[in-house]
């Protein structure tokens, strides 16, 4: 089975510090992609990467940037951390070949981060 | 971006029901995705969609594509605890990198 591991499952840090959050996985998927999930707002795309060292806004990129310096990991960077941006955060991968039965992402667990 | 908008927002049923969701946009899409997320999971794939009218069962769900295209409709009959989460329809975007957008989700509750 394909595995998507988040490295935190719950962070809690302070407005203005620099938080890095991981993600791993093993299937050697070309296409990761960062969510962030809030009530009654679904799941909204802050960056997604293509392929090493490629990458590309989602809807919501601001105040977030991405790190992809090998094809298994993916990691977001909160570069001066907001109590706006204390969210659900999930990670998902998905194989890249571009075949349209390849829509199925795979998300990691999540990590729940809280901005005090 | 393209909003999709999903209804009911949240459901309370017995165990036995049938439930019914569905999800609606203003442009027409190509494919529709159905996720389903278990309390502290991440969301996973339960059916996908890919021509107008199509109807897709698994299991007990039943999905279907709009004839419109602008819908999609999901079903789950004889419900169980198991069902409780929360369930997300998605379009997915015109590349092959895979981007969805996703709706807000339906959280389902389901008393034994």
């Known amino acids: 089975d394909v595995k998507v591991t988040q490295s935190s499952r719950y962070l809690v840090k302070r407005t203005g510090e620099k938080v890095f959050l991981e993600c791993v996985q093993d299937m050697d998927h070309e296409n990761m992609f960062w969510y962030r999930q809030d009530p009654g707002l679904g799941l909204r795309l802050i960056y997604f990467s293509y392929d090493v060292k490629m990458k590309e806004k989602g809807d919501i990129p601001e105040g977030y940037s991405v790190s992809r310096e090998k094809k298994e990991r993916f990691s977001l960077i909160l570069e001066s951390a907001s109590t706006n941006q204390t969210s659900m955060y999930l990670c998902a991968s998905r194989d890249g070949t571009g075949a349209l039965a390849n829509e199925k992402l795979f998300f990691g667990s999540g990590t729940q981060l809280s901005v005090l | 971006g393209q909003q999709l908008n999903q209804s009911p927002q949240s459901m309370f049923i017995q165990e036995g029901e049938d439930v019914s969701m569905n999800c609606t946009s203003s442009?027409?899409?190509?494919?529709w995705l159905w996720y389903k997320q278990d309390p502290g999971e991440g969301p996973v794939l339960l059916i996908a969609l890919y021509k107008a009218g199509e109807l897709t069962s698994n299991g007990r769900l039943t999905a279907q594509f709009g004839i419109t295209r602008k819908d999609s409709f999901l079903n789950i009959s004889a419900s169980i605890p198991s069902d409780v989460g929360i369930y997300f329809c998605?379009?997915?975007?015109?590349?092959?990198?895979?981007?969805?957008?996703f709706g807000q989700g339906t959280i389902l509750t389901v008393h034994p």
């Open positions: 442009s027409i899409f190509n494919t």
């Open positions: 998605a379009r997915a975007g015109g590349t092959s990198y895979g981007k969805l957008t």
